[in-house]
């Protein structure tokens, strides 16, 4: 390379990537499989080899990621992909262990302590209700009620890192009545599993990554979880700082409402009083129309650089009270943010009274991240590929993803100090920030390093022929099915 060429801002050691970190890759993934396997290990069998056959799928191809062609592209023709599929749907290795790990393996970087826990959720569309979890529920991907399966997710972000750190498959309570008893045991829900709303799924998530040692600054959430005011309380109990996104129709007050049982009157006929209500006459306001209130004026808050120049918002803060479902008054942030679109979205904090409002802004703009993590894990991690009926394949796939966006991560993380940029480059292309190294970015340099094996003419020819063979089976053993039922219908006809 020229003198020229190296100086140029396209030259790859100014964009810290050097021949050697790339070449090393393939071995990258497999020191972090080596550093998780005995999280695939059961009591009696080791089959933790095909969760880097799984992983390698995940991270190489870019669609169809299902057992068979997993084990067809990663291990060769030969494989059919059962033992993959044993490996997902069947074997008894504990998913917990997997995101447990992460938590550590991330608490032990101290520039990635003290971020944002988010709790969000991510829903798929099924064609019938025989998977695990599968209802007619709330798709906030798709945002409707149709037919599909909920996990209940939480991420993390710090200084440019995001994860993901912990997963559970929602139940909806029908899933636990004696009409799915059989259905629970052939798709391995635990027989220990009980019903759990959404907000209570993602308290006991964020319960056990503290008590996993995982260190946070503030908990994010969509407004699914923000506007159950017992999971806000039971944060605020648990002295954990949250930013959660509420709906627009949330009621607030702007001084702080006596609660209590009013006096019975003298002479009153019937029962006494005995609801709890509002005694000093103050009444609530929904949020959005406190945006329109003359009297809180929207402040530009500049929040980052992008790529899309410096991101900044317009926004308001103050502070009101809130009535919890338990008839409990608490005292909250309001935060107001006026969108692109010029709608306004509403949040609510439990922060101290003397946050700055430029805190509060940084904090819900963080949400974003837990955007990205489901952006990557589906666009880029084969999340939404898989249709998992059993509770153990689902669980088991979302492991492996959490996995491999945490190769993701940590390579970047590693490459940025071993092979820090140009600081130069910001200047001669006149930006604030350089963009960041994407999981696309490092994927399509690990097919590089580590492709995949190539189909010869005759192994091509041989798939597809065995292919044919296959939908050709399956049309015979329907043909069967039929000749059967005609026989047996004429028979019904004609008994004698």
Wanted: net charge positive.
């Amino acid at each position: 390379m020229s003198a020229i060429e190296a100086d140029s801002v396209y030259a790859p050691q100014r964009w810290g990537l050097s021949v050697e970190a790339i070449a090393d890759l393939g071995e990258r993934l497999h020191r972090v499989w080596e550093r998780f396997r005995i999280r695939f290990r059961t009591k009696t069998q080791d089959p933790s080899a095909h969760a880097l056959t799984y992983l390698r799928g995940l991270l190489h191809m870019e669609s169809k990621r299902n057992y068979a062609n997993i084990a067809r592209r990663v291990n060769g023709l030969s494989d059919d992909g059962q033992a993959v599929q044993n490996f997902m749907s069947d074997s008894p290795w504990e998913p917990q262990g997997v995101f447990d790990q992460i938590q550590r393996e991330l608490q032990a970087r101290p520039a990635l302590r003290g971020g944002m826990l988010t709790l969000d959720e991510s829903g798929d569309e099924r064609a019938g209700d025989q998977s695990a979890g599968a209802a007619r529920q709330h798709l906030g991907r798709f945002g409707k009620v149709d037919l599909g399966q909920v996990g209940v997710a939480l991420g993390y972000y710090q200084a440019g890192t995001w994860a993901l750190v912990d997963a559970s498959l929602f139940l909806p309570e029908q899933w636990f009545d004696a009409a799915h008893a059989d259905l629970r045991k052939k798709l391995h829900i635990p027989s220990t599993a009980s019903f759990a709303s959404k907000p209570r799924l993602g308290l006991r998530l964020i319960e056990h990554a503290r008590a996993n040692g995982l260190e946070f600054e503030v908990i994010g959430c969509d407004s699914l979880y923000g506007r159950n005011s017992l999971l806000r309380a039971a944060l605020d109990t648990a002295h954990c700082l949250y930013m959660a996104a509420v709906p627009c129709n949330t009621l607030v007050y702007l001084a702080e409402p006596l609660l209590g049982v009013p006096p019975t009157p003298a002479g009153k006929f019937g029962r006494p009083f005995a609801q709890t209500q509002v005694l000093n006459g103050v009444q609530p306001q929904r949020v959005d129309a406190l945006s329109q209130h003359p009297g809180w004026p929207l402040q530009p808050i500049d929040l980052r650089p992008c790529e899309r120049g410096l991101l900044t918002y317009r926004c308001a803060a103050r502070r009101v009270w809130t009535i919890s479902a338990n008839d409990q008054v608490r005292v909250e942030w309001l935060f107001l943010r006026r969108e692109p679109d010029d709608s306004f979205s509403y949040s609510l904090s439990n922060a101290p009274a003397e946050t700055a409002l430029e805190r509060l802004a940084h904090w819900r703009s963080l949400r974003y991240f837990a955007e990205r993590i489901f952006q990557d894990a589906k666009s880029e991690g084969g999340w939404d590929e898989l249709i998992a009926r059993k509770y153990r394949a689902w669980m088991h796939h979302a492991a492996l993803d959490a996995l491999a966006l945490w190769f993701i991560a940590e390579t970047k993380l590693d490459w940025a100090v071993a092979q820090p940029r140009d600081p130069q480059l910001t200047r001669e292309l006149q930006v604030q920030a350089l963009p960041a190294l994407s999981m696309a970015n490092v994927r399509e340099l690990l097919r590089a390093a580590m492709p995949l094996p190539r189909l010869s003419v005759d192994e091509a020819t041989q798939l597809v022929v065995t292919h044919l063979v296959k939908r050709t089976a399956s049309t015979r053993s329907r043909l069967k099915a039929q000749r059967r039922q005609r026989r047996a219908e004429s028979k019904k006809r004609h008994p004698d």
